[in-house]
């Protein structure tokens, strides 16, 4: 299984990104999916996260209203749509599919992105 972001890069203040995930070995089709962050020095945090049929989206406060998480099933690749980006949403990037089987979750992550935003 591996997923692989893209889509990273130095932007300005104000500006976007859109971050993409594409997985081999595994698909997205009936898995919940996500977007998480991590600067050096503090905990990973979700920033978004989308339900296996898409029909639910969740995001932290601190993005909402300016990411947009979204999935192509049929392209096995999901996407961030990051706009008015501040600085303070510099950070690598990751991608998650988190697939349940039973009672049990199973957790993969891309290698990560880096974001950085200008000011």
């Known amino acids: 299984v591996q997923l692989v972001e893209s889509g990273g890069g130095l932007v300005q203040a104000g500006g976007s990104l859109r971050l993409s995930c594409a997985a081999s070995g595994i698909t997205f089709s009936g898995n919940d999916l996500g977007w998480s962050r991590q600067v050096p020095g503090k905990q990973r945090e979700m920033v978004a996260g989308?339900?296996?049929?898409?029909?639910?989206?969740n995001y932290a406060d601190s993005v909402k209203g300016r990411f947009t998480i979204s999935r192509d099933n049929a392209k096995n690749t999901m996407y961030l749509q990051m706009n008015s980006l501040k600085p303070e949403d510099t950070a690598v990037y990751y991608c998650n599919l988190r697939r349940t089987v039973l009672l049990t979750k199973y957790d993969y992550w891309g290698q990560g992105t880096q974001v950085t935003v200008s000011s």
């Open positions: 989308i339900t296996r049929g898409g029909g639910s989206t």
